[in-house]
């Protein structure tokens, strides 16, 4: 197995970098947001922080080839670095703490791409999650300083807390029924939204969470942190990674029961 220590070290740094130039910018009361082409918003801190990626990536990896929610991709070859600058810019751009830097890192393999480093560092909340294919998922401030991430044993739906992001998406999709079902059959429902319900599920506070679009940087990040947590990953195809666009993320124990919600 490739060891990703040099690649999970190198995503802390890159992670670092992007704290320092977001948190110097949110609540800025100069903050200039625009309005993307699909209508969500972008702030100038989406772009510095990507651009800061990109280029500590240009000098530590440039080999490899970039994808990024705001500059798109560049290069080409197996491994391939996934970013999303701001995942959760709504909440930043109005002062909600909710809001993290997702970096991973892709390899090429039989079954396609698949996701073997991931970083989710929310400074707003002194949070951050990280983990690499076959050395488990962690949180803490530093590598040196964490703890080991694990899922949740809860077995049965009637004792499970579901995590979602809105209703919209799903009535949109014509999913808003099997969506509903499945409310109804939880213990407990909350709409924390973005990369929060996935850390949550590989800590073991949420059991179930699931979401009906996403783009690659979404999720990418996310999967291998669930993953290695003990978790499963996939869209809602049942389809293992984030490659599908969209997301169900469990303990693994309750995969089966949330996916047949949501496909009816």
Known sequence: MPDYHDDLRLAHVLADAADATTMERFKALDLQVETKPDMTPVSEADKAAEELIRSQLQRARPRDAVLGEEFGSEGSGPRRWVIDPIDGTK?????????????????????????????????ALSRRWWAAEGLGAYTGRSL??????????????????????????????????????????????????????????????????????????????????VQEAGGRFTGLDGVPGPNSGDAAASNGLLHGPLLDHLRS
């Open 91 to 123: 909440n930043y751009v109005r002062g909600v703490p909710v809001w993290a830097t997702l970096i991973a890192l892709m390899e090429r393999g039989e079954g396609g791409d698949r996701p073997v480093v991931g970083v989710v560092s929310a400074p």
């Open 144 to 225: 040196s300083s964490a703890s080991r991430l694990r899922v949740s044993q809860v077995t049965r739906l009637a004792d499970a807390s579901f995590a979602y992001s809105s209703l919209s998406g799903w009535e949109e999709r014509g999913k808003l029924d099997g969506f509903l079902e499945l409310t109804r059959a939880c213990w407990r429902t909350r709409g924390y939204g973005d990369f929060w319900p996935y850390m949550m599920v590989a800590e073991g506070s949420v059991d179930i969470c699931a979401e009906p679009e996403l783009s690659l940087w979404d999720m990418a990040a996310n999967a291998v942190i």
